[in-house]
């Protein structure tokens, strides 16, 4: 199984994100997704600074792969995506059924997102003639439908499989920006609070138990999704990747444990101690066994 | 002449399909008992004896029937779904209305003849999305999920010949439909797979010392003082702790009501308006069909002239969520 460093989902600085990028080059990841994929307003980094990043990275050894807004609105967006498939350097992540329109008009290999809802052979063969190499199953896919997916006829054997095995879900997205909402602000006139911000707004229950993660337009939950002690289950289940989220702090140590578990030199049963510390929640895995997102089961 | 303003309103039942087509509908839509629709509830929904009522009920008033299947088929399971297209095909309903490329693909290659809608749990925002649909699997028309402005909505209209559907009324969702798993993350099932948002066999109530408390999977999602009227669980509409502040942090418990918008609706030349409610009761479903039938019959005789009836707005506020209706996305300070 390859490692790769998912899109970052919040909105940092300039500075903080180039850095973190910087740093992202030594670790070891195989693959990372750049660019913006929540929202519109922010622009701090605009398409040629992601594409310098990404040819910088590649310098580095890295297979980058652009991802595309997921939430399309206007005319505005649907001109940055055209850039951005325009371009052709890198592979595209494909996050909503316009941009896997425009990149099959193209003949682009591309990876198809998790929000392409996915959920049976017959969607995910379509998406794999039309151009996708490896695709994303929704983050709420448990393993036995994972399983039967790659066990159909339907779906081409060459097609990746890759995981969202680390960090903050992404649940929901809306028209409305959650943070300005925080702040009594339209989310014309946001202030950019999401700066603030830097690993979302936690929301809470009305008896102090953290639920949710506000993040701008995109709703995440507030405990961290972990499949690190499930690493054999993954393997078996024909995984080919694990996506790994990006937060703001003790994102390098996060992908050492992970490295160090598919080199074999950490058992399972060691998981907890080395990783809980480093997240910002509480752990659970309860998607990956049909659960409740929410539900954790240490091994 | 195109499709303009028809009025599309929700069947949940035989009674309430019955007080639609009464009321002044132009088509109702319903969908089968299980998961292959997104009110999947119990006590809700049509079987081939109701159904086969339904239809001709309708159609002897000359009233179009649509079938919701769209919900995302999965593999253990799909045949389910091809059997509901196939019973929507020999049935003689009008369209269906599908979220799943897979399953349109099915339906265009089985009855090439069925008239397919793209349906909000698709999550097509752009005319690049439902233009897709198009080109693969022939839809006809797309219901646009309540995220986009009215001039972003135009923008679609403008750049497709697909018919496009807008919400006027009802139950509003404040996420993306389709993109949606917050119900999931709490209780083990969602829109997409399950067919239900916040289901009623994971929902408690409970009398407490602090108040009436709703709790999804235990979760706690609201807490009600003795004064205040408790709510149902919907999770995106309790309230909530953030950095100290308790409220309703993703949305209000509040109904959808665009009817001041509809002369705009006309102009820019929406196909279509749908009601929500197949969960409600038929007395519902009878006084928003006629309120709704009121308003675009004055519409289409003066668009210019065009104001909502305040005892109209008072009747619609009755039966809103919460009593309180907003305008949603189609009105930009919303979001």
New interface residues.
């Given amino acids: 199984m390859k490692l790769s460093l998912g899109p970052l989902l919040y909105y940092w600085s300039r500075e903080d994100t180039l850095a973190f990028y910087e740093e992202a080059a030594n670790w070891p990841v195989d693959s990372i997704y750049l660019g913006e994929t929540v929202c519109s307003r922010r622009h701090l980094l605009r398409l040629s600074d992601w594409l310098e990043l990404a040819e910088k990275l590649t310098a580095a050894g890295k297979e980058v792969v652009l991802a595309t807004q997921?939430?399309?609105?206007?005319?505005s967006?649907?001109k940055a995506?055209r850039k951005l498939v325009a371009d052709g350097r890198f592979l595209v992540e494909a996050n909503?059924?316009?941009?896997?329109?425009?990149l099959a008009e193209k003949g682009a290999p591309f990876v198809a997102g998790p929000?392409l809802?996915a959920?049976?052979?017959?969607?995910?063969?379509?998406l794999a003639e039309l151009g996708a190499k490896r695709w994303v199953p929704?983050?709420?896919m448990p393993r036995d439908?994972i399983m039967?997916?790659l066990a159909?006829p339907a779906v081409p054997e060459a097609l990746e499989t890759e995981l969202f095995a680390y960090g903050r879900?992404p649940?929901?997205?809306?028209?409305?920006?959650?943070t300005a909402?925080?702040y009594n602000l339209?989310?014309?006139d946001c202030q950019f609070r999401c700066l603030d911000h830097p690993d979302g707004?936690?929301?809470?229950?009305?008896?102090?138990?953290d639920?949710?993660t506000?993040n701008g337009i995109q709703?995440q939950?507030a405990k961290v999704m972990s499949l690190a002690h499930r690493v054999d289950e993954l393997r078996a289940a024909g995984i080919d990747l694990l996506r790994l989220s990006p937060q703001s702090r003790h994102m390098g140590r996060v992908v050492e444990v992970f490295r160090t578990l598919l080199e074999g030199g950490l058992a399972a049963s060691a998981v907890p101690e080395k990783l809980d510390k480093l997240m910002p929640g509480q752990p659970c895995d309860?998607?990956w066994l049909?659960?409740?997102?929410?539900a954790y089961h240490p091994m | 002449m195109p499709a303009l303003l028809e009025l599309i309103c929700p069947a949940g039942s035989l009674p309430a399909l019955k007080a639609a087509v009464d009321n002044g509908a132009d088509g109702v839509y319903l969908g089968l008992k299980d998961n292959t629709n997104a009110r999947n509830f119990a006590g809700l929904n049509f079987d081939a004896k109701s159904l086969t009522e339904g239809i001709r009920y309708a159609h002897n008033k000359g009233v179009k029937v649509l079938m919701a299947l769209n919900t995302?088929?999965?593999?253990?399971t799909?045949s389910r779904w091809h059997q509901a297209v196939d019973t929507a095909a020999t049935s003689g309903l009008d369209a269906i209305i599908l979220?799943?490329?897979?399953?349109m693909?099915?339906a265009r290659k089985v009855h090439p003849n069925l008239r397919l809608h793209l349906s909000v749990q698709?999550?097509?925002?752009?005319?690049?999305?439902v233009?897709?649909?198009r080109?693969r699997f022939g839809i006809q028309r797309a219901v646009l999920p309540?995220?986009?402005?009215l001039p972003?909505v135009e923008?679609v209209v403008n750049n497709t010949d697909v018919e496009i559907e807008l919400f006027g009324f009802g139950g509003l969702c404040?996420?993306?439909e389709?993109?949606?798993?917050?119900s999931?993350?709490?209780?083990?099932d969602?829109p997409?797979?399950f067919g239900a948002c916040s289901p009623g066999h994971a929902v408690r109530w409970q009398q407490t010392p602090k108040g009436m408390e709703t709790r999804l999977?235990g979760?706690?999602?609201?807490?009600y003082a003795d004064d205040e009227k408790a709510g149902y669980p919907t999770l995106?509409k309790g309230?909530?702790?953030?950095?100290g502040?308790?409220y309703y942090?993703?949305?209000e418990p509040t109904s959808l009501n665009s009817m001041e918008m509809l002369p705009e609706m006309a102009r820019i030349g929406i196909a279509a308006i749908k009601i929500e409610g197949r969960q409600r009761s038929p007395a519902y479903v009878a006084q928003v069909t006629q309120v709704w039938r009121a308003a675009i019959d004055a519409v289409k005789k003066d668009q210019a002239a065009f104001k909502p009836n305040p005892a109209w707005m008072a009747q619609l506020n009755k039966v809103s969520e919460g009593s309180m209706s907003t305008l949603g996305?189609y009105y930009?300070?919303?979001?």
């Fill in positions: 997921t939430l399309i609105e206007s005319e967006d649907l995506l909503e059924w316009g941009a896997v329109r425009l929000a809802n959920y049976n052979p017959d969607t995910l063969g379509l929704p983050v709420e439908m039967s997916m159909s879900l649940l929901a997205f809306s028209a409305r920006c959650f909402r925080r339209q989310k014309d707004l936690t929301m809470r229950t009305r008896e102090s138990e639920f949710l506000l709703t939950s309860g998607y049909g659960e409740a997102g929410m | 995302y088929p999965q593999p253990d799909v979220a799943d490329p897979g399953l693909a099915y698709g999550s097509a925002t752009s005319y690049e999305a233009n897709f649909y080109e309540r995220v986009l402005s972003q923008n404040v996420m993306v389709g993109r949606c798993l917050l999931s993350y709490a209780c083990g969602s997409n797979t999977n979760v706690l999602i609201d807490r995106c309230r909530f702790d953030v950095q502040e308790t942090a993703l949305e996305a930009r300070p919303w979001k």
